[in-house]
């Protein structure tokens, strides 16, 4: 089967020119899923358990809503797409605070992953395209 860009409908927006996923063969790779909520775009993004002011500074942050957003995101991308949270291979998880947020990721990571255990890879980088705290790339195999 030839490569196929795929846009889902009911998940956030891409903030840049690309597909959510790109099937090849029997393989999806998702581009960075982060935890905007799923219709929501870069103009009117709802990001659950992040508050701003004006000026962009926080007023709330809530880690963990941010996680399970992201994994709901990815599941999302994943069925619409034919494939599962089960057949996730790979994971790419990149945090911009590892010292304040990595034993949380863990954690949860451990309570979605806990019947399936793809490969997975976690960086600290500077900054994301938003003020997001996580985004994660995927890799899954289709059926």
Request: aromatic share 10%; charged share 20%; net charge negative.
């Amino acid at each position: 089967m030839p490569d196929k860009p795929i846009s889902i409908n009911n998940a956030p927006k891409p903030v840049g020119l690309y597909p959510h996923a790109r099937r090849v063969g029997n393989l999806l790779f998702l581009s960075g899923v982060g935890p905007r909520v799923a219709g929501s775009n870069e103009s009117d993004s709802i990001v659950p358990g992040l508050e701003l002011d004006q000026n962009g500074n926080f007023i709330a942050f809530d880690f963990e809503a941010q996680c399970r957003s992201v994994f709901e995101n990815v599941r999302i991308i994943l069925e619409a797409s034919g494939s599962s949270w089960g057949e996730l291979v790979d994971v790419t998880v990149f945090l911009v605070n590892m010292k304040r947020d990595f034993q949380l990721y863990n954690r949860l990571y451990a309570e979605y992953f806990k019947d399936n255990l793809p490969c997975r890879t976690t960086v600290e980088i500077n900054s994301l395209p938003t003020p997001i705290a996580i985004e994660l790339k995927c890799i899954a195999s289709i059926k």
